[in-house]
């Protein structure tokens, strides 16, 4: 167990005897906004020395050094009165227009503090005091580190907000493939892990400073909500991101008619919630024929509509998506006729475990040229697993099949393709089995089975009609 590790268990035993953290959720908020401003105060150190003229946007009575660094500063009632009544409103309504203060103030406009216990707060402050984020070896262990906090939220799932298992993030960051200038946008960006994907492959291409700060503009994530927000910012910080492009915003909630050609991206990675509903009114920015409250349904729309020309997208979607019917049907009409859906990748169950048994798929496309044919790829469970769960999660190697396929596409025991015409019969159901396998014993989902009743009854009532025919006929 390395010394960081070790650190953020003190600091979570620590913040168990405290009244005021009740719960996972409170206590990894409260971990993370302390760390954030000690990542930055890290990052400032950094800024002077870098930056000409820089000036911090925190007063100087309430940076970190002054109030934190010092082991046996402030404490008691009289730390816990700082940070109530002076650091949070003031963070909180910091009027300096900078960057700096632009994020500083989107990270804890909606967070809070929850330590009641002065005392206890100051045993933290010092165990987080003993991480140096300007330490390339510190912060690399400590990013490793927070991947496994991210994980342990355990409220995640309860609003159809599913955590994108790592393996996946990967794969579909490696087959979109994208490349150093390209815009890269989540727009439910979540703790980011789509974008720290991002960021670290097209890190391998950048050589000069210039091209940091090229890629560091061509990052952009968006979160509607306070925890994931906070969670995203300072991820993005721990991977060297200074001024993290990470708005608090819902974008549904913006007209669909007032995104212009400016808005446009060339990369969209993203697993939108799924199963949840928008607040009434959100599907009126949408026209007519894609009006809806189901979250994924308007984020697909919006794909459409934001990818440039020749931009690509990865995105998670529901088995439900592909077979549904009505406004989801007119979309995918659209993704079809404005997209190249060239692949589907059909998820077993069990990938998004504990949060969720829904059955998943990752869509890739690429926008400007209708779909002609879409390619099928069942991926399967490893050798001898029957599902996944929490100590045995889905892993990056089991995609080596995948990417081994993918640029010499064949048909195979995993593998099919399916043509638009036959699609446009189906009515644009895309929820199409593998051919090349015998199910045995499957357990057939609701809408399966009353797809099936409503065949066979309607199977059943054309033989009863030629029969009726036949009789009055003799």
């Not at 309860?158 to 493939?177: C, I, K, L």
């Not at 990748?345 to 829904?358: A, D, E, H, K, S």
């Amino acid at each position: 167990m390395t010394q960081i590790t070790t650190n953020i268990k003190s600091i979570r035993d620590i913040m168990r005897k405290d009244a005021g953290v009740d719960g996972d959720a409170q206590r990894i908020s409260q971990m993370v906004w302390m760390l954030f401003l000690k990542i930055f105060a890290d990052k400032e150190e950094e800024w002077e020395l870098t930056v000409e003229g820089y000036q911090s946007p925190i007063p100087d009575r309430l940076k970190w050094d002054s109030w934190a660094s010092d082991d046996e500063g402030l404490t008691g009632d009289a730390l816990m009165e700082l940070i109530n009544n002076d650091l949070f409103p003031t963070l909180k309504e910091l009027n300096i227009q900078s960057p700096q203060a632009n994020i500083i103030r989107s990270v804890f406009e909606d967070t809070y503090n929850y330590m009641k216990n002065g005392t206890l707060f100051r045993q933290v402050i010092n165990i987080i005091n003993k991480i140096d984020f300007n330490n390339s070896k510190d912060r690399h262990v400590f990013n490793d580190l927070y991947e496994t906090i991210l994980k342990e939220l355990q409220s995640a799932g309860s609003s159809g907000e599913y955590y994108t298992p790592r393996a996946v993030t990967q794969f579909m960051v490696d087959m979109v493939n994208p490349q150093l200038g390209e815009t890269i946008l989540d727009m439910a960006s979540g703790t980011g892990g789509f974008l720290t994907c991002s960021i670290e492959h097209v890190r391998k291409q950048v050589n000069t400073p210039q091209e940091r700060d090229v890629l560091q503009k061509s990052i952009r994530g968006i979160e509607k909500k306070p925890l994931p927000h906070l969670l995203c910012t300072t991820n993005l910080m721990l991977h060297g991101f200074d001024l993290p492009a990470v708005r608090r915003d819902n974008m549904l909630t913006m007209p669909y008619s007032d995104w212009s050609k400016k808005d446009r991206v060339d990369i969209i990675l993203m697993n939108p919630p799924f199963g949840g509903t928008e607040e009434d009114g959100t599907e009126n920015n949408f026209p007519q024929k894609f009006r809806t409250k189901e979250t994924a349904d308007l984020f697909l729309a919006l794909i459409i509509k934001l990818l440039k020309d020749g931009g690509r997208c990865a995105v998670v979607l529901p088995d439900g998506t592909l077979f549904g019917e009505g406004v989801k049907t007119r979309i995918k009409e659209e993704l079809l006729t404005k997209c190249n859906l060239h692949t589907i990748v059909r998820l077993p169950n069990g990938v998004f475990n504990p949060y969720t048994g829904i059955k998943t798929n990752l869509l890739f496309l690429e926008k400007g040229t209708p779909t002609k044919e879409i390619w099928y790829y069942e991926h399967p469970y490893p050798e001898g697993q029957k599902s996944y769960n929490k100590s045995k999660p889905i892993k990056i190697k089991e995609f080596d099949k995948e990417k081994a396929w993918w640029n010499k596409r064949k048909e195979n025991e995993l593998a099919w393709k399916v043509s638009i015409d036959e699609i446009a019969k189906r009515g644009y159901n895309l929820d199409i089995k593998n051919p090349n396998i015998i199910e045995e014993n499957k357990v057939y989902s609701s809408q399966e089975v009353i797809k099936s009743l409503e065949v066979s009854l309607s199977e059943s009532l054309n033989l009863l009609n030629e029969i009726k025919t036949h009789v009055a006929n003799e």
